[in-house]
Nanobody, 123 residues
């Protein structure tokens, strides 16, 4: 069982930056690939960025490539999302998710989810 708690959301102007954090419970955090998904009002939840079990590989949706960076610290059971050059279209609830096994960009492949944190980018 893994519990995930996100923090760091808020309101930012276009072009600004935010850093989201996700704290995970449990002793086997290193066995989980991690991903950040987001869901805007009236839209489906979509993959934003993911990271492999050991942090050696990261994967980004085209919409965030070059602007978002994901990192993890397995010793601290934590994963972070650094978001730069934010755009109004980045406005969404952001969710941290954990998958037992290899990384995936499909939400249905993830086993555990956080409660989400709101990110609002004003124009």
């Amino acid at each position: 069982q893994v519990q995930l708690v996100e923090s760091g959301g808020g309101l930012v102007q276009a072009g600004g930056s935010l850093r989201l954090s996700c704290a995970a419970s449990g002793r086997t955090f290193s066995r989980y690939a991690m991903g950040w998904f987001r869901q805007a009002p009236g839209k489906d939840r979509e993959f934003a960025i993911g990271i492999s079990l050991n942090g050696a590989s990261t994967y980004q949706a085209d919409s965030v490539k070059g602007r978002f960076t994901i990192s993890r610290d397995n010793a601290k059971n934590a994963v972070s999302l650094q978001m730069n050059s934010l755009k109004p279209e980045d406005t969404a609830v952001y969710y941290c998710a954990a998958r037992s096994g290899p990384w995936s960009r499909l939400a249905r492949d993830y086993d555990y989810w956080g409660q989400g944190t709101q990110v609002t980018v004003s124009s």
